[in-house]
């Protein structure tokens, strides 16, 4: 079952054998986010939500501005303490036997790439809506993300980013909510498929796993979270401008609450050719749900009219407030 649903988004054989063995939790979350079929939504102030529909872009800000202090510095321990395990010590065991010095050549890379990591890294947060949340929202989440700024929660097809493509050099994954012990058992899993694994991946070449592992340990430091956070079933779209360049991402310098920030803008713009359609405004909006605030039948209403606008037909329908009683 899995592999036909992943085969419906234009995954070969051998792109599913490969995200088996070295990325199963993302692997995972990502069939269970195409069998559900559930939004993305992405909490934000009603003036970010404005620039988004008026300029058909989207933010993607660095992750030392995130609300989460621990930012990239949690995944990067989770792995650190991984890598000086006895599960590290038998799959670098196997690897070095079949590409030597495979493991001390990886490890000097990945060392050399995490300083860029912790400071080049922009993303965009989105977070799963479930069903008992249509017309709320999550308390958690007006709170953290907006409380006292007009809030809203943007509300869009989740199609455009789990569809696999690099048509943006960008790309987006499931955060992981994990404990430093969680974290290692999920390694485990990783180290037990590769060695399991082993010779139809000493058929497909040591570049082949060196660029597979790299990019499995790049993605677990930047999409593990301290488990405090779980309630927030993030996603994020991942750029990384000083380890892979986009043709198509707009840089773009703001100030965000009296602080100047880099940024780059995601334009909701259709590349059919690459695999990546659904990003239209009138494609990917679904709905708009106004937060708690003094003024949310006014932001309704101009919501609307911004909406029809910028081309989003049937908007009256499409923008509701929300009714959780939170005081703002």
């Not at 054989?13 to 070295?22: E, G, K, P, V, Y």
């Not at 993030?234 to 009296?258: C, H, M, N």
């Not at 690459?274 to 937060?291: K, M, N, S, V």
């Amino acid at each position: 079952m899995q592999s036909s649903i992943l085969e419906n988004i234009s995954l070969s054989a051998d792109d599913i054998r490969n995200f088996q063995i070295f990325y199963p939790y993302a692997l995972g979350r990502t069939v269970e986010a195409l069998v559900s079929g559930h939004s993305f939504v992405h909490y934000c102030s009603s003036t970010a939500a404005a620039s988004m529909i008026q300029h058909q872009q989207v933010w993607m800000r660095n992750v030392t501005w995130m609300n989460d202090s621990s930012e990239i510095a949690h995944g990067k321990a989770c792995l650190a303490g991984a890598l000086n395990s006895d599960v590290a010590a038998e799959l670098a065991t196997v690897l070095d036997h079949c590409f030597a010095g495979f493991t001390d050549h990886l490890l000097g890379v990945l060392n050399s790439w995490i300083p860029h990591f912790e400071q080049e890294t922009y993303i965009t947060c989105l977070t799963e809506q479930l069903p008992d949340e249509e017309q709320m929202g999550r308390l958690s989440m007006w709170r953290a993300y907006g409380a006292g700024a007009n809030p809203v929660a943007f509300v869009v097809n989740s199609g455009p980013f789990l569809r696999p493509t690099e048509a943006l050099d960008a790309y987006t994954s499931p955060v992981a909510y994990l404990s430093p012990a969680q974290f290692i058992e999920q390694y485990a899993q990783v180290a037990k498929n590769i060695i399991d694994s082993i010779e139809y991946l000493k058929e497909r070449g040591r570049d082949h796993v060196f660029a597979h592992l790299f990019a499995a340990y790049r993605h677990a430091i930047i999409c593990t979270k301290h488990p405090s956070f779980h309630e927030e079933r993030e996603w994020r779209i991942i750029y990384q401008p000083t380890f892979q360049q986009s043709k198509r991402l707009l840089p773009d310098r703001v100030t965000i609450a009296g602080s100047p920030q880099r940024i780059y803008k995601i334009p909701m713009n259709d590349v059919p050719e690459e695999g990546f359609y659904g990003a239209t405004l009138p494609d990917l909006f679904q709905r708009l749900l106004i937060g708690p605030s003094s003024t949310s039948s006014q932001s309704k209403r101009e919501f609307v009219q911004l909406l029809y606008e910028n081309g989003v037909q049937d908007a009256a329908l499409k923008v509701e407030v929300s009714d959780v009683p939170l005081r703002v």
